[in-house]
T-cell receptor, first 118, second 110 residues
Framework: GAVVSQHPSWVICKSGTSVKIECRSL??????MFWYRQFPKQSLMLMAT?????????EQGVEKDKFLINHASLTLSTLTVTSAHPEDSSFYIC??????????????FGPGTRLLVL | LAKTTQPISMDSYEGQEVNITCSHN???????ITWYQQFPSQGPRFIIQ???TKVTNEVASLFIPADRKSSTLSLPRVSLSDTAVYYC???????????FGTGTRLKVLA
């Protein structure tokens, strides 16, 4: 199957700093990537859809000025958590949509990034 | 909305076959059903995808009835390492987006 990577795998930062997380599709081109957040023992929550060459679209309740998304190429999307606070501590997961053949598009997920804000 | 409903948890014993059923009453005509497995502190891993009838790969089978309003993931002869959360997902029509439900927390016992 297709491979999606994330970097870093974990990060600890001080409150008020900004953190950038990278998501890369390694063996396919992804015009659409997604960013999710997952709290312990909970399901994944979609934060935003990242479209190559255009602005991201955010889900209701997600602050676009706080979670900056850039999708500058067909294999890279970045999520920047600006002015991070302890409540932003979470597990952030990206996925990339592999167009596949015909209608059989499939999303492949990255390994996740654990963010801890002190 | 493409909402899915699954049992929240299941227990099984090693070597047994496990069937997890998901209902997706509002699935769109052209959409596929995709199942993922997630271990703690990892991203979801693709298991299997199907559109209708039966699909089988090296790790699982997927059964989809004619009305496509549900699907069943079948894991043959589970082992302890199959303990994980399993999600069935269908896209929100026209958006490519998934909305995750609760998933099914499978616990395999020795």
């Amino acid at each position: 199957g297709a491979v999606v990577s994330q970097h870093p795998s974990w990060v600890i930062c001080k409150s008020g700093t900004s953190v950038k997380i990278e998501c890369r599709s390694l063996d396919f081109q992804a015009t659409t990537m997604f960013w999710y957040r997952q709290f312990p023992k909970q399901s994944l929550m979609l934060m935003a859809t990242s479209n190559e060459g255009s602005k991201a679209t955010y889900e209701q309740g997600v602050e676009k000025d706080k979670f900056l998304i850039n999708h500058a190429s067909l294999t890279l999307s970045t999520l920047t958590v600006t002015s991070a606070h302890p409540e932003d501590s979470s597990f952030y997961i990206c996925s990339a949509r592999d167009p596949g053949q015909g209608r059989q598009e499939t999303q492949y997920f990255g390994p996740g990034t654990r963010l801890l804000v002190l | 909305l493409a909402k899915t409903t699954q049992p929240i948890s299941m227990d099984s014993y090693e070597g047994q076959e496990v069937n997890i059923t998901c209902s997706h009453n509002n699935i769109a005509t052209n959409d596929y059903i995709t199942w993922y497995q997630q271990f703690p502190s990892q991203g979801p891993r693709f298991i299997i995808q199907g559109y209708k009838t039966k699909v089988t790969n090296e790790v699982a089978s997927l059964f989809i009835p004619a009305d496509r309003k549900s699907s069943t993931l079948s894991l043959p002869r589970v082992s302890l390492s199959d303990t994980a959360v399993y999600y069935c997902l269908v896209e929100i029509p026209g958006t490519y987006k998934y909305i995750f439900g609760t998933g099914t927390r499978l616990k395999v016992l020795a």
